[in-house]
């Protein structure tokens, strides 16, 4: 499924296309979710475009990415610059409800750009670099979804299950997130580097049998 042995010029275009149009968009809708419930900020800093300059992180969206296919790697990763969100704005409005909405917003949106790229695949024949970029947005959409599903500090996934358990009034959540959350990185760094990825990431695996 993904194979980098001989460099192929629309293969690159619709991997870094499908790629962008998955991590920008998340970050996107984190901004405009949360300016639905009042909050400004990130509209206020020009956040809530398109254009892909002003989510680019110079380490997420370049380097990683070109280091990971410059290695050959078997697959590309990355993330775009958060986009701002001030959540005391958010839960004033909405609640914790809302505080929920805004965490999740990135993974429904990873979620539903996966389905509709799977159904648009059903309706494009062909080799094309439509089939490919179409191709490739299934992938990383349910590659991000997953991902920031798991409950892991700074992850969207720790984040909604710490305001679910403010809402409930279970402390216990947001005493663990408060534990584990300087070891946040190191310890997604270990599940990545290790086995423990394929068990981490079987959500991801059964959701691409289905979707391709």
Same mark, same amino acid.
């Given at each position: 499924?993904?194979?980098?042995?001989?460099?192929?010029?629309?293969?690159?275009?619709?991997?870094?296309?499908?790629?962008?149009?998955?991590?920008?968009?998340?970050?996107?809708?984190?901004?405009?979710?949360?300016? #639905?419930?009042?909050?400004?900020?990130?509209?206020?800093?020009? #956040?809530?475009?398109?254009?892909?300059?002003?989510?680019?992180?110079?380490?997420?969206?370049?380097?990683?990415?070109?280091?990971?296919? !410059?290695?050959?790697?078997?697959?590309?990763?990355?993330?775009?610059?958060?986009?701002?969100?001030?959540?005391?704005?958010?839960? #004033?409005?909405?609640?914790?409800?809302?505080?929920?909405?805004?965490?999740?917003?990135?993974?429904?949106?990873?979620?539903?750009?996966? !389905?509709?790229?799977?159904?648009?695949?059903?309706?494009?024949?062909?080799?094309?670099?439509?089939?490919?970029?179409?191709?490739?947005?299934?992938?990383?959409?349910?590659?991000?979804?997953?991902?920031?599903?798991?409950?892991?500090?700074?992850?969207?996934?720790?984040?909604?299950?710490?305001?679910?358990?403010?809402?409930?009034?279970?402390?216990?959540?947001?005493?663990?997130?408060?534990?584990?959350?300087?070891?946040?990185?190191?310890?997604?760094?270990?599940?990545?580097?290790?086995?423990?990825?394929?068990?981490?990431?079987?959500?991801?695996?059964?959701?691409?049998?289905?979707?391709?």
């Amino acid at each position: 499924m993904f194979d980098f042995g001989g460099f192929d010029i629309f293969k690159a275009v619709s991997i870094v296309a499908a790629l962008m149009i998955a991590i920008i968009g998340h970050e996107i809708m984190h901004g405009y979710v949360a300016y #639905r419930y009042g909050d400004s900020t990130a509209k206020s800093e020009g #956040r809530l475009s398109i254009n892909p300059i002003v989510h680019v992180d110079l380490v997420g969206t370049i380097v990683v990415p070109l280091l990971l296919f !410059i290695s050959g790697s078997p697959f590309l990763f990355g993330w775009a610059k958060p986009v701002p969100v001030n959540m005391w704005t958010v839960v #004033r409005n909405g609640g914790y409800n809302g505080a929920i909405a805004v965490s999740m917003a990135g993974i429904a949106y990873n979620l539903l750009m996966a !389905i509709t790229a799977s159904v648009a695949l059903g309706f494009v024949g062909g080799e094309t670099l439509l089939t490919q970029i179409l191709y490739y947005l299934v992938i990383y959409n349910v590659i991000l979804a997953v991902f920031n599903l798991w409950p892991i500090p700074p992850l969207d996934g720790s984040n909604a299950l710490g305001y679910i358990g403010r809402k409930f009034g279970i402390r216990a959540i947001d005493d663990f997130n408060a534990k584990i959350g300087g070891y946040g990185m190191i310890i997604l760094i270990i599940i990545l580097a290790t086995p423990l990825s394929s068990i981490f990431m079987l959500p991801a695996r059964v959701l691409l049998s289905i979707l391709l």
